[in-house]
């Protein structure tokens, strides 16, 4: 469980207390507000606040004086047209502001989409929590054999436990130099920007994240991706689900056009023509190298 | 009156109807959400939606579970210490979206603020409206004799005469011409595409503009300066008398520290310890140019 | 020709004079550097500078101490792949720099790329040149009926005849007002920044426009589209030219995955499988909307 | 010594081969390009490439046809004003691409900086080297008691001795566990995406980081001042040293203006106008807080 008592209750006491507001209400977020959602063994995710809601994306793309169009089916075909049109805009109308606890590698990923607003917990002012991420067993994986960035087997056995043990210890003793160094007999102890560095990079962190809309779906279709790696991929899904409820008809075109849908090259869509006049396409004809073959297949083969 | 019956309507709709939220609010802002406050002759600036207030700014500073500090005075004080500090990223956590009405030519002096979110009204997809922006008397300056891009003494009697009269008969020739190739008989008419590329850059443009605080500040202190023209610092001051009222602590520091605030080059500091040990330092013994000397003596010389 | 003799004599010398570098260099664009390629009647891209090719591309994909791969066949594979998953970061390696004449409603389109730098000719600083844009008879097209934001036919006869006049003499009255305004008999005549709002919006002006190659890449997606207004499609198209020359591997990549391409959403990917099973699909049984049926059919459709 | 015989001999290769260009050339940056800087005990600052010079800054406020003015000394007087009145796109016009070798840790702090591209060494695809951050004795500090994220007196003896023992063993056995997760008997080994986890935050990681000026000034502002961490202090003093190189009139206006420089609020402007009077002003009546008066203070005090 992630949350001290004091901050469950710093929780509950901000859900406790509805005010009024004229700004576009999303009923669907209103319920996940500051709730904690658990992510991985100590982590989490929680929406601290939000912008606007479909119909703020109609409104913006309108340009317009009141709220949406009076239909709701109206505000859907607007934003599937939005969506498969590739007109980001609007939906950079929407924001959302959450606070997330993170191991620092995965933080280390997720940084590197720019176009969001950060406050990282500092280490160099403050002292960090004995709080590491220890994989459950049905994550360790091996390095694949075909994929040099991507899990193949789970270990077993021997194996997973030793690696287990290792990964337990030796978060456990470094937590215990950290500490050791911070607070040395008769003196200040080591500066904290110092000690830090000692810490390995399972460490939990912590952050405030803020992005529009269209940058966040960004994020989502590259980070709750198959090919993501786990431990961000987790989070990725948890927002996504908030996202579903917040602005249901912007998410439904977002799974349909972007998580759901594939991007096809000239060649993969010459090679289809020619398929669905019935000619019997094979690699070698289609021009494509091995690595785009097998990307092609996997969007239209049928799994079944 | 830069609004329809019909708008202001719309407006009134949605001012009449709170809602219940568990987000942060800002009493400040909501009482002008909504709200058109006009700028120039038929413009206008209105808040649309926002996110955060001051505690926010506190807030994320701290990555906290709860709302701010629990004094008032503390958070003023934190505040003041980011501003002062260069600490932007607290300031990013609160967000404003706004509906301005605005001509074509200070729309674009406010688009090379790039870190905002837009949506435009579309003049490939709509036609434009009747409406051009025709100074006030008093703002018919002629060209600055000393600075380049500068306004110098008001123009009087015949020659302002004959520039109104010259903006006024030319807006209405031109958007005559504009209506006259949209509807050509027998035909559909010239695309919109086109026929808007015959209008002045005084007619007036819409868009949605979405920013953070800290990027607003940036813009604000651009724009609300003295050196920006005229009818682009309306708009920039028109905007700031609503953050005063959204986060007044906020305000106040950047009021103090930018607003009201100088930066002084290495040279004009090494004058300022000599005049203060009594030297008499001229611009000379300063090593400044002329344009520096004269704007360092700006910032310490006293009006009175 | 857009080029005064003063100006041609100033490029004329920068390309006669080469000097030495450590740097990449990139033959296909060093050709093109400083000649104003014409793009419209008075408009012009010409390549400022650069940075990079497509051996820095493979070079930053690989954190490298060296240059790119030993063998062009391993930078095309490997620039292909990056192109394919999206891999954006080692495209910005690439920079370049453009200056651009262009009307002013092509760059208040432009201007919407966010990502980029720019620094526009100040017309409240300087004073404009008589330079419209006057479409050819060819492109002076009516509204399309079907796409709100598109041409239809051509427009005939007297009514083209009409509107060129209309176009040509409204441009001359305009910048003769400009001028009566910019000098009044016996004062310093109305200052730049207000005279300018007089103007129309076909007017040309200038700008230095810099960018990083995956930027770049997705502006001329959008902007070299058939769906992009046709007088900035040709700006797109001529700087797509240049970066042909230029990183010749990523933009085979970028044309065959991204020009040449298409995005399906699940359910077009849902008929695809079906089609190919033998299914005869219809929009109906799709799940698809007209549009999206549409543009579906576009893309698998044989011209032919 | 950061560099292997292979590494320096691809340097040496790139060195050697001078190419002709029609680019503007820095002779200040030829000079450094590919060679690595080193900085703290295993890393470095390379530069790659870079785009313009002082005369780009000039020729694209000008945005002229051919090189910056005639005179330097034109060009280092509209260099300063564009600086002194915070006209930034200019200096965007010129672009850096460096090769750094980091600690972790730093890298964490410098990624904070959004407006660069990075391209990032990946310990997913592949395995790190034995390379850790281990201060020098000089370095060893303490926690300041005054400043929450500042140093104090170095550590001594026996204290000091400890510390760095614990952080030498500490990443031996680390880097001798992370080797055993990925190459265990009989099998492919723990996947390198969650092997790296067990990594402490003093490793070595490396990316390519491309910046424009503007930002890179704004970087080395923050991060060569004296309240900047240390370990990242270094790396920006390395690369100021290049830069002044690279654009000598531009680094020294921002020299003047902004390392040099200092911003006063309008409390501050206040106090010095009645100082200059003669006035004897304390910090009470001054109406800034202990903290404010301090810094103040800091600007006008002489320190002799």
Redesign the interface.
């Known amino acids: 469980m992630p949350?001290t008592p004091?901050?469950q209750a710093?929780?509950d006491?901000?859900?406790a207390?509805?005010?009024?507001?004229?700004?576009?209400?999303s009923e669907g977020m209103?319920k996940h507000?500051?709730t904690a959602h658990p992510v991985l063994d100590h982590g989490f995710v929680r929406a601290?606040?939000?912008?606007?809601d479909d119909s703020?994306i109609v409104?913006?793309?309108r340009?317009?004086?009141?709220?949406g169009t009076k239909h709701v089916q109206n505000d859907e075909?607007l934003i599937?047209?939005l969506m498969?049109?590739?007109h980001s805009?609007?939906f950079?109308?929407c924001?959302v502001?959450l606070?997330v606890k993170l191991?620092?590698?995965v933080?280390?990923q997720w940084?590197?989409h720019?176009?969001a607003?950060?406050?990282?917990?500092?280490a160099?002012?403050s002292i960090l929590d004995r709080e590491f991420?220890i994989?459950e067993p049905a994550?360790?994986?091996?390095?694949?054999?075909v994929n040099?960035?991507?899990?193949?087997a789970v270990?077993h056995g021997e194996?997973a436990a030793?690696?287990l043990a290792?990964?337990k210890s030796?978060?456990a003793?470094?937590y215990d130099?950290y500490e050791?160094?911070?607070s040395?007999d008769g003196?200040?102890?080591?500066?904290?920007?110092?000690a830090?560095?000692?810490?390995?990079?399972?460490i939990y962190t912590?952050?405030?994240w803020?992005t529009?809309l269209h940058n966040l779906f960004h994020f989502l279709r590259?980070r709750a991706d198959d090919?993501a790696?786990f431990e961000i991929r987790v989070y990725a899904e948890a927002i996504a689900a908030m996202v579903a409820d917040w602005v249901p008809l912007a998410y439904a075109a977002f799974?349909?056009?972007r998580?759901?849908?594939?991007?096809?090259?000239?060649?993969?869509?010459d090679a289809?023509?020619r398929?669905?006049?019935g000619e019997d396409v094979t690699r070698e004809t289609s021009g494509m190298?091995a690595?785009?073959w097998r990307?092609f297949m996997g969007?239209?083969?049928?799994p079944a």
């Open positions: 949350l004091e901050q710093e929780i006491q901000q859900r207390t509805p005010r009024q507001t004229l700004r576009a209400v209103e507000l500051y601290i606040d939000y912008m606007g703020a409104q913006a793309a340009v317009s004086y009141g709220a075909g599937r047209y498969r049109h590739w805009t609007p950079e109308m924001e502001k606070h191991p620092v590698f933080a280390r940084i590197r720019r176009t607003n950060v406050n990282e917990y500092s160099r002012y991420y994989p994550q360790l994986a091996a390095q694949s054999s040099n960035q991507g899990r193949g270990l194996e030793r690696v290792l990964l030796d978060a003793q470094m130099h050791d160094m911070l040395q003196q200040q102890g080591l500066a904290r920007e110092l830090r560095m000692n810490l390995p990079m399972n912590q952050w405030y803020k529009d590259l090919h790696q799974d349909d056009y998580m759901g849908g594939a991007t096809l090259s000239s060649k993969a869509i289809l023509k398929m669905l006049k190298s690595g785009e990307e969007v239209i083969a049928d």
